[in-house]
């Protein structure tokens, strides 16, 4: 989901074209207006509305009554999944998520453009859900957003839902992280799983890194995927406050946070998830033990990728997936 797509068509780069979503005005943004109609959003993007929801959502406890206990569980169905398959040999997959309001589509389109022949990109398409901001208006989320707050519970639930939902797209790749070659003799290489999305597909993504370094999702169910890497753009870490009781006296989890490595950037003209929120949680991770993660920003730069950002995003991944290079 982006913010400002009059901002977005003065890039220039002829093969980064950042997705947006119409649908949003019609389906969401119109019915939110009535309940937000106190807020002044001239100027803003279709989908400013959702982003900006997800801008306060950061930081803040888990909420009683979450998955994983005795109280029902809400029906979720995902939507359709768009997969861009490698054009160079098959070295690591990753799940991106895409924002509030928006669809696996758009970003999957996008992807394809990047020189990343050795990637595999699943996208997702998160559930049509009631969202308790838009008064149970339906939006397409990874989680509820429940109230414009910092202080506001997180929704564990739909957390813990969207990150076994990524688990589950990652179960069908090689398994234990490695595929077996076989010509004359049979070879194991290294292969890499990972996870990353842009603003709410972010906070899951990041969410997810959570729930690996701790080997349990937030209801206490063992974790099963085996991530290699994660980004996270224009986002924030959900749960934050938590994190480090989650990890704390598991010696698997000291483990896998120190060597985990995580990409987090963000614009410094962020008005929808604003830049302090991602600049918190680069401390907070780092602060948890986390002793891999990169923190990039970018001056003048809105709720939306850039060129420059997602150059970044190839050459961080390269790196950190020992992937051959950016030909096939």
């Known amino acids: ?18 997705p947006s979503s119409t649908s949003v005005f019609r389906n969401v943004v119109m019915p939110a207006f009535l309940v937000l109609m106190e807020f002044h959003f ?3 993007g279709n989908e400013v509305l ?3 929801i997800e801008a306060n959502m950061s930081f803040a406890a888990p909420s009683l009554g979450s998955a994983g206990g005795r109280t029902a569980r809400r029906a979720v169905e995902f939507g359709r999944t768009y ?5 160079g040999k098959h070295q690591a997959t990753i799940v ?15 992807l394809e453009t990047l ?5 595999k990109w699943i996208c997702p398409t998160a559930p049509t859900q009631p969202i308790s901001i838009f008064g149970g208006f339906p939006s397409t989320a990874w989680f509820d957003v429940g109230d414009i707050s910092e202080d506001a519970p997180d929704d564990l639930e739909g957390l813990d839902a969207s990150a076994a939902h990524v688990a589950n797209l990652l179960s069908t790749e090689p398994a234990d992280s490695r595929f077996l070659l076989q010509y004359f003799f049979s070879i194991y290489v290294p292969f890499k799983l990972g996870v990353g999305g842009f603003s709410m597909g972010a906070a899951t993504a990041l969410y997810s890194v959570s729930c690996f370094t701790a080997g349990k999702y937030g209801n206490g169910n063992a974790y099963p995927a085996n991530l290699s890497a994660a980004v996270g753009l224009s986002g924030w870490l959900p749960c934050s406050k938590t994190l480090s009781d989650k990890l704390q006296g598991i010696d698997e989890a000291t483990r896998r946070s120190q060597s985990f490595p995580v990409l987090l950037c963000h614009g410094k003209g962020d008005d929808v998830v604003p830049y302090k929120f991602g600049e918190k949680s680069s401390k907070c991770l780092s602060s948890t033990g986390f002793q891999d993660v990169t923190f990039k920003a970018y001056n003048g730069l809105g709720h939306y990728t850039i060129p420059e950002e997602m150059d970044e995003v190839c050459a961080w991944l390269t790196s950190k997936l020992g992937l051959e290079g950016n030909t096939a």
């Open 1 to 18: 989901m982006f913010s400002n797509p009059s901002e977005l068509r003065k890039s220039t780069h002829p093969k980064v074209q950042v």
């Open 42 to 44: 001239t100027g803003f």
């Open 50 to 52: 959702c982003s900006f």
């Open 83 to 87: 997969v861009v398959r490698p054009k």
């Open 96 to 110: 991106w998520l895409h924002g509030l309001g928006d669809n696996g589509s758009s970003w999957s389109q996008l």
């Open 115 to 119: 020189p990343l022949p050795n990637i």
